[in-house]
């Protein structure tokens, strides 16, 4: 990122220099008193250089507050979805950036463009070009220094201004700088490396000049010791769940998505910031909400100082102290730290195993099958509807566009499904690899987009966007022994598995499908179920809560059948699909009859919003539940902090 | 507001404050970093409860028996300020032996409250030298309104803590401009500035203001739609409030706005009370006009206009005017400043508060001319009628109580992410997300007993009404008592509410209603 070129500019010549770059692009400095300070266009406002940072970190400018991302209209039987990307518009230069906030800006780009790349932050960011002003003075919360991220800046910028005597030292971080200093080339004068000792003898005196100086050494350390500490209970009293300090962060990226609805036949699905410190953030359908109060407040401080280090080899804190600043109830990162420190001092726990197991986090390169943009679906049409149970519909559709069928590829683990007009929802993908001119789902009515789907008739059109997910690894399956554990609608994510091993049985030692529900009725898949037994090497069994004449079912709970089974369990893969308790349930049940925790197989279906890894909802520990999994070993599942 | 943070001691009575008004808690927080001590009095274990050192869990309704009973305790135990008491009060020895039998032991057969408890609140607030009482609608909404408040202003001046920083009683203003709508007259028994109507020279000067007026005394909002039922009201103008939400006894209230002959609406967006309108004139929001608000510290604000109005809507001052030209009144206001410099010359507290004197931070009224610098703190040194006056609050009953068919006391409220009737807020997604629906708050106690299971709907029946909401189970209220939040119209709390009011002001007890559970 650095390239070699310094310069000196004069301090008397700035405002000519920012006047010449306001002709080709927009300039915004900082502008305002006292706390109040705000980037607004040159010449819009008195630009200040007596602030020690900007209000609001520059992420505001390249990842908006509200954005629209895609426009749907109804037209008598076609829905034309009309993506709304961010249009091209002059380039800006943000003046006056500090190092906390190039810093937060270098980690916002590894973590917005890599991955699934979101096209409306990659389209303002290259538009805005970053000049950092670095510090003379610390602020009161200020501990950019404890953390390494300041207090000069290092990444983010395209230059960098270090405030000398009478001039300004200028680095150039990349091409775009160069360009800025050849705009007005007249006033930069080069110089070379001698000069960098100055910059580090003043950059040594402010770093020696800053109030707070933590060290952060055994930091992860100490926090895997004090996950449960007291301290926890009366920081989690104080927040009111007011998001300032998400929205002020440098290093928060997570948003919710809704559909803005205009009329029958017109909407917009618009994306706006939202907070992990407001209770809903995780809340599931039927209230269940994996994160108390505690988990909530607790997570905050975990990501900014361990997950997002862990997964992106960012630090996830700056050290701004905005959070800080802003907090009504006095909740503070650096108290926090301060009482992490003291607790794994005085009253350690055994480091919990979630903090300190390296599981899986290998970043893959998604391509899609669509060429429409990120966030916007393909338009599907139902086909044809079946009634599962009286609760669960089966939805057969085709993409509107034949194209996309031809080029389908089977993998992930399940759709974002749209309802236009009223949401979208992740479904399980419950069909084979051989179905690729027809899309199935079988899903449940739970809330009000199942609710909507639930009532569609042939010939109405959905939305579709995937396939995502990390899929349960056929191909390790073979030649093995297989269990299969579903209950109610949580066969569905199994079929996609079990639909291949019933057409290639013979690939497979002993095959066991096990159904569960309260009742008979409930269950999915019956009729499939008995031809399935019929198969030499496949049986299927059924427990169930109130007994039932149509099949031979065991009254009670499925893991009272596994010690029957009479398998080599070392030989063995289990495939489970239900609630996280019942998962526990069943695992420890197995490892107790001999399977190792890797052959444990589990879905882990979270709140998720957006599907692609960004939203941040889904997020658990360091995971992302829609990228990482919803599919995880069970080994895995027990290295994740209890949030799901 | 600024002298909270400088309290030693503080009392909360019936206050939310951390999910209400915030920031007063963020300094109460700063108090407590500072060493002070909080005492809170709440009928739920609220939130400010988990940083208090005392907590007086009352029965909702019983302030009145609590306080007197402070005052008991400390007048017994020889805690009052003498000096303050000779120099800057009278009529003490009447009230004096009004609370004689006051005893912690009488209030807690009333309040629930334990004696000894009482009697820590009482011996903390009268020995701490910066003593501050905050309180909201817990004391307020009730029957006893204006004794309880009497019964306040006696405690902190029987103890001395009035007029100097970081002490009195201090009420935490609900909208953000409701201070500013009583100081301008918005109430039926004052003119702008608190002048009664009935005094000469007020008539007298605002008839050289505005010409001739009525100088009647109006009627207050139960009044009136009391009015409207009798047929003697004709007409309703209803600017930026929800009766059908807000008001007590929703049955009364819809019957009311459907019998009315003439009903106009103004507000910013079509509201349930909107519904029932002849006229609607739609109005512009905060950020579509300017004008000034004034804050529970008496603080006078600019607000600024960002956007333009949208729309057809226009700021409600406009539409005020575009009335009165339409009545035949001949009027010349340009420009909020304009009206500005009509309140400056009718009001003596306002005397000398301009827009260009308050673009960057507020004064707080008394002001009383162009070069007063405002007033922080009131009564110091001096009450406004002279000496501070005692007064004798006797408890009495009135409202509902549990009974055989009524057997549990349900009291309302608020939640932080919904304000009053959720005009606003449950238009914001991520405010209407975080609470979709209302809910009933029981203890797990009788939860258990009557078999109901959390998120289970509710039925709650009233004399009044019946709504349905789903049961939230928590320990952090009393036995028998519920509490439902009454921002949501598909659970409307003020269905059950009813119009037991106080005498003397007729604010209606919307904390005490007594109501019947059963599962829906």
Redesign the interface.
Known sequence: MKTNKLYTLNKDSLDKVLNIWNEKSSVYVPVGKGKDIQLMPLNEGERTEDYINLTLPVKEMVFEQKEALFKWSRNEDTIEVEELAHKHAKNRIFFGVRACDTYGIAYTDRFYLQEFPDPNYKSRRSESTIVAVNCLKAGQHCFCTSVGTGVFSSVGYDLALTPMDSYYLVEVGTPKGQALVSEAESYFIETDDSILKDKDDLMAKVEESFPLKMDLTNLWDDMAKTFNADFWLDEA??C????GCTNVCPTCTCF?V?EEKIDEDHGLRVR?W??CQ???FTRNAE?HNPRDAVARVRYRIYDKLKYIEERFGFKGCSGCGRCTDVC???ISIIDIIGSIQKAAKNNPEPPAIHQITKIRHEIMDRELTSQRGLFTPDVATITRIKQETPEIKRLFMKYDDPELHKNYEHKGQFFQVTVFGEGEVPLSIPFGPDQTDELVFDFKNVGSVTDKLFSMKEGDKVGLRGPYGRAFPYDTLKNRNLIFIGSGVAMAPLRTVIEPVVKNSNDFKQVFIMASSIQYEKLLYKDEMKEWAKIPNISVLYALKDPTNEVEAYSGYVNDLLPDLDIDWSNTTALICASPERIKKVARDLLDLGMGPKDILVTLETHMRCGVGKCGHCKVGSHYMCTDGPVFNYEEMMALPPEY | MDEISNAEMILVIGSNT??QH??A??RI??AL?KGAELYVVDPRKI?LT??AHGYAPIEPGTNLPMINAMIHVIIKENLIDLNFIKDRTENYEEMKESVKDCTPEWAESISKVPAETIRQFARKYATTDKAMIIFTMGVTQQTTAVKSIRALANLAMITGHVGRPSTGINPLRGQNNVQGAGDMGALPDFLPGYQRPEWPETKERFSKIWGDFSCLRGNNIIQMFNLIDEGIMKAAYIVGENPVLSDPDQTHTIHCLEKVPFLVVQDIFLTETAKFADVILPAASFLERDGTYTNTDRRVQMINKVIEPIGNSKPDWQIMVEIMKRIGMDVNYKNTSDVMDEINEATDIYGGITHDRIREVGIQWPCPDKEHPGTPILHVGEFKRGKGLFTVNDFEFIGDQRSEEYPFIMTTGRV??QYHTGTMTRKV??LA??YPHGFVEIHSKDAEELGIK??QPIRITSARGSIVAPAMITNRINEKTLFVPFHFAESPANRLTGQNLDPIINIPALKVSAVRIEVE
Do not use: K, Q
């Open positions: 009293n104080a009111i769940g007011c998001t919710n809704v706006y939202d907070s407001i209770s809903h209230y009504p109830t006095y | 951390t999910e915030p920031l808690s963020t927080f700063e970093d939130r988990d940083f932080t992410h997604w991520t997300l975080e959390d998120h």
